[in-house]
């Protein structure tokens, strides 16, 4: 009588599961720290979200166009590298890579991470 509800919690901890990997990258993140279009094709955006002067979140996203005078940047709608300060240090020590490009929490993986933890799903979307 009691073993209706096994199936039911594990299906809904699964779909909870890519929600819960999304906690890493804020939603709200109020106004840019920071913002620098380089030389290298990226846009970089930084974020101070505990307001000490220092960014500790930044988002980099891949240029597609610029305008002719050069006052508006066009990116790829969703960040390629997303990088946090976790220590409070000023440097960030953490590095996370969307290799999709589509922005969905299951495709954001560590960009350092070994082939064996990221899975062989995303490693084919590498290629």
Do not use: H
């Amino acid at each position: 009588m009691t073993k209706w509800w096994v199936p039911i919690a594990l299906a809904m901890s699964l779909a909870a599961a890519p929600a819960m990997a999304c906690q890493t990258f804020p939603q709200d993140l109020g106004e840019p720290y920071q913002e620098e279009a380089l030389l290298n094709g990226l846009y970089l955006v930084e974020y101070d979200r505990d307001g000490d002067g220092r960014p500790d979140y930044a988002v980099l996203f891949q240029i597609v166009g610029t305008s002719g005078d050069g006052t508006v940047t066009k990116t790829l709608p969703n960040p390629l590298f997303y990088w946090i300060d976790t220590g409070n240090s000023g440097r960030y020590n953490k590095t996370w890579i969307d290799p999709v490009g589509k922005g969905l929490c299951q495709d954001i993986v560590p960009y350092w991470s070994l082939p064996n933890e990221v899975g062989k799903d995303v490693l084919k979307l590498r290629d």
